[in-house]
């Protein structure tokens, strides 16, 4: 019976923790490429698919302005009228959502990982989630993240 007790706490403590690391629809994937290569990946890739590339914020570089230390850590923001306005018209309200971002970051032990926010979730967040538009947006951002991911060093 103790060695129940000991396997259910640490399951509980395993499920806890993970799901207080992992945010609400973000999507996280881990990168075998160094953080600079896995955005230039993924933004050549967005780009070579027609999407506009609207900024690519490297936040690391902004905290050394001001006297800080960041890893590294970029957004790239980025999408097209042709898939965002369908969820808008599904959700007025997801275009506080839009454009799509891409988040690339070095965790406090080296692993670089490429986040987005998953548009299942953000339908769900607006009210919308019988919305195809966001399902597409879904799988368009997995496959645009599979590719840049793959191939590892």
């Given at each position: 019976m103790k060695h129940i007790s000991i396997l259910f706490i640490l399951c509980f403590t395993l499920i806890s923790s993970s799901a207080a690391l992992s945010a609400d629809g973000l999507v996280a994937?881990?990168?075998s490429y160094s953080a600079v290569e896995t955005m230039t990946r993924f933004e050549t890739i967005a780009k070579n698919k027609g999407l506009n590339v609207f900024a690519?914020?490297?936040h690391a570089a902004g905290a050394e302005k001001v006297g800080k230390?960041?890893?590294p850590t970029e957004?790239?923001?980025f999408g097209n009228p042709q898939g965002g306005?369908?969820?808008?018209?599904c959700a007025q309200t997801v275009?506080?959502?839009l454009p799509l971002k891409v988040l690339v970051w070095e965790d406090v032990t080296g692993q670089v990982w490429l986040g987005y926010n998953d548009p299942l979730y953000l339908a769900k967040r607006h009210g919308a989630a019988q919305c195809s538009a966001a399902g597409k947006l879904s799988k368009a951002l997995a496959g645009l993240s599979a590719?840049?991911?793959m191939?590892?060093?």
């Open positions: 994937l881990e990168s690519r914020i490297n230390t960041l890893r957004v790239l923001i306005t369908p969820f808008i018209e275009g506080i959502d590719k840049a991911l191939g590892a060093k």
